[in-house]
């Protein structure tokens, strides 16, 4: 001790005398306690009457989890099959005013407008806006960059064109005097322009033969290099021979040309030029429906207009136009290519106050321009490919996770219901905050990811953020986004509730045929604690409606109807969960517990239908209480289930 104090005093002369203070009223304290004190009280706990522990776990679940999980976590929602909850949309959610962090632009899904979550049926977006956005886009994005051309580039085989472009010197045709008529080709002809360069094997030569003769070849070609062509059968030769150069599962094409070595030789007057040519994935192991597709008649059809507006728009350079897929692919998703199919996600940016009946063409214009406005300064410079990435996983990979996590959700609910006093919404709802975010369950093994991977799909950064925050999403599904993990999905929480329902009706016997100690019912009180705070937390949501409406006056807004059918079927369904509870106490017919199961399922599914599986738009702290207020009715049940009062 000496010592210690001793170096204290060398190092800390300031604080020597607090800590000496310390040090020594510790040893003092240490010699005299007995070390029982300092383990422990596990008794103390495993003599807690029968369902007061799991009150308490669902306390601490609900209480310490945010309102975005415990929405995700919920058994009810995940009930409905992976292709989406029905669609529902109030006409008058669309009058509203919002401040939009994110907006969803997708086909056919419920239109819910709100003040944080803001989703858009894209088909309703016009072609006229279509047309306008892509001009916008065009205005600063370009689907070809320039280069210096390269130092072994051989002038014998190829020509460069006064607009960057090349042309073969075996070729008949000659370039034209006069530039093509200005026309601006479509968002689709420009993701078909895209999908004909993304990841063709530049280093491979093809020989394209037609009518007995060679017709095209790719020797001599530098990586990503823009071939002028006079005609869309022109555009054909080079169309193929790029799905030639790329992997079997983009193209059946490959699979149809003959190679001897280092060249590959195609003869297209063999191949069925109408059939589907390419089915390019460009967000990361997409399922196949929703992969481009197109062929090779529609890709040279589009390479054609594409060329014929660079040799429009551009001016005359020394330097050699080099695709740019990322660039390309962009100008098609602002452009709208996605509207009819897909979804897009534009988040991150400031919202605008106070817009009322917004349209939305309006709603998309507005939000476009505030992208391009944002990414403009790096527009056709290498900086943009570090601004854009795509991703996904392989669903294949997930399967031992699907058949791991459906064992494990069983076993947890069962065991649940057998050696405590959970009723059959809890155990799942319990079992699911185990199991949320990491194994996947079927429906992220076909819409998504789970939380330890990047969502999904096409996505732009919002330029010098710190964090990456990723400011648009596109994908060629038109599922709902899953920005955040995601919730159990119809299988495991069907196979979990089933496994619920078994332990609840053999609890007796597995617990003698695993010689656990009896079951001791829970006491009378412990149900009406439970009943009583989901009266409380259900109070304490209307209290926190009174007192925003005393202050805002918004509860009559159109804005407000999600929130106004959250607090509806959340209290009302409170009340009639407790006050079943307490007729079936008073009657002594607790063994109709499972009903209290049912209405709370039922009271949310109106939730998830109004906003298709997301949660509602609504302040957090009313939404934190809603939640606790099921979590607590589906409390009730359990308690109710297994208490003493059975008659």
Same mark, same amino acid.
């Given at each position: ?147 210096? !051309?390269? *130092? ?7 020509? %460069? ?5 090349? +042309? #073969?010197? /075996?070729? @008949? ?62 555009? !054909?030769? *080079? ?7 790329? %992997? ?5 094409? +490959? #699979?149809? /040309?003959? @190679? ?388």
């Amino acid at each position: 001790m000496a010592f210690v104090l001793g170096l204290l005093q060398a190092c800390f002369p300031v604080l020597t005398p607090r800590l000496t203070v310390t040090l020594i009223a510790t040893t003092f304290l240490a010699s005299i306690l007995q070390p029982v004190l300092a383990q422990a009280p596990i008794s103390d706990v495993t003599s807690w009457p029968s369902g007061v522990l799991l009150l308490a776990s669902v306390l601490y679940a609900a209480l310490g989890t945010n309102c975005d999980s415990l929405w995700d976590l919920d058994s009810t929602v995940g009930l409905f099959m992976w292709t989406g909850l029905p669609v529902f949309s109030l006409p008058v959610m669309q009058r509203v005013h919002w401040v939009a962090k994110a907006c969803h632009f997708i086909p056919r899904i419920s239109t819910a407008h709100g003040k944080s979550n803001f989703w858009i049926r894209s088909e309703e977006i016009s072609h006229v806006t279509r047309w306008d956005a892509l001009q916008k886009t065009l205005a600063i994005l370009h689907p070809v960059t320039y280069t210096s !051309l390269p *130092i072994n580039f051989d002038r014998s085989l190829w020509l %460069p064109t006064p607009e960057g472009l090349l +042309r #073969s010197t /075996s070729s @008949s045709s000659t370039s034209p005097a006069t530039k093509p008529s200005s026309t601006i080709p479509s968002a689709r002809d420009f993701l078909l322009f895209a999908a004909h360069h993304y990841h063709v094997f530049w280093e491979t030569e093809v020989n394209i033969y037609h009518g007995g003769q060679l017709a095209f070849s790719t020797k001599g070609l530098p990586a990503s290099a823009l071939v002028d062509v006079d005609s869309e059968e022109d555009a !054909l030769y *080079i169309t193929a021979a790029h799905m030639v150069a790329r %992997p079997h599962s983009q193209s059946i094409i +490959r #699979s149809l /040309s003959k @190679s001897d070595g280092q060249v590959s030789h195609l003869n297209l007057d063999t191949i069925d030029l109408d059939m589907s040519a390419c089915s390019i994935d460009f967000h990361s192991y997409s399922p196949d429906e929703n992969k481009v597709t197109a062929s090779l008649r529609e890709l040279a059809a589009a390479y054609f207009r594409v060329v014929q507006y660079i040799k429009v728009s551009g001016e005359p350079t020394d330097s050699l136009a080099q695709i740019s897929v990322g660039q390309s692919l962009w100008i098609s998703i602002f452009g709208g290519v996605l509207f009819d199919s897909g979804r897009l996600t534009i988040q991150n940016l400031p919202g605008k106050w106070g817009v009322k009946k917004f349209s939305a063409d309006e709603a998309y214009l507005q939000r476009l321009e505030s992208m391009l406005e944002i990414i403009a300064p790096y527009a056709n410079t290498p900086a943009f490919e570090d601004l854009v990435f795509s991703g996904g996983t392989s669903r294949h990979a997930t399967l031992p996770f699907l058949l791991a996590g459906i064992c494990g959700q069983m076993i947890v609910c069962y065991f649940l219901c057998v050696g405590t006093s959970a009723g059959i919404w809890t155990a799942v709802a319990l079992s699911n905050t185990l199991y949320a975010g990491r194994l996947t369950d079927l429906h992220s093994l076909f819409s998504s990811k789970n939380s330890h991977t990047e969502e999904p799909g096409m996505k732009m950064y919002v330029p010098r953020s710190p964090t990456k925050e990723i400011m648009v999403v596109a994908t060629f599904n038109r599922s709902p986004p899953r920005t955040r993990p995601l919730r159990p999905g119809f299988l495991l929480n069907l196979m979990g509730a089933m496994a619920a329902i078994f332990g609840t009706i053999f609890r007796d016997q597995t617990r003698t045929a695993l010689e656990f100690g009896p079951s001791t019912p829970t006491p009378a009180w412990v149900a009406y604690t439970t009943i009583a705070l989901a009266l409380g937390t259900a109070c304490l949501l209307l209290l926190t409606i009174i007192i925003q409406q005393i202050g805002e006056r918004t509860w009559t807004d159109d804005g407000e109807i999600g929130q106004r059918w959250m607090v509806y079927t959340t209290v009302v369904g409170s009340f009639a969960v407790s006050g079943l509870a307490i007729f079936f106490m008073k009657s002594s017919a607790t063994g109709m517990w499972p009903l209290l199961d049912i209405v709370t399922y039922l009271t949310a599914i109106p939730l998830g239908v109004l906003e298709n599986g997301r949660m509602i738009s609504a302040d957090d702290n009313m939404l934190h209480f809603a939640l606790l207020t099921r979590w607590m009715m589906g409390a009730v049940a359990s308690a109710v289930g297994s208490s003493d009062m059975t008659g």
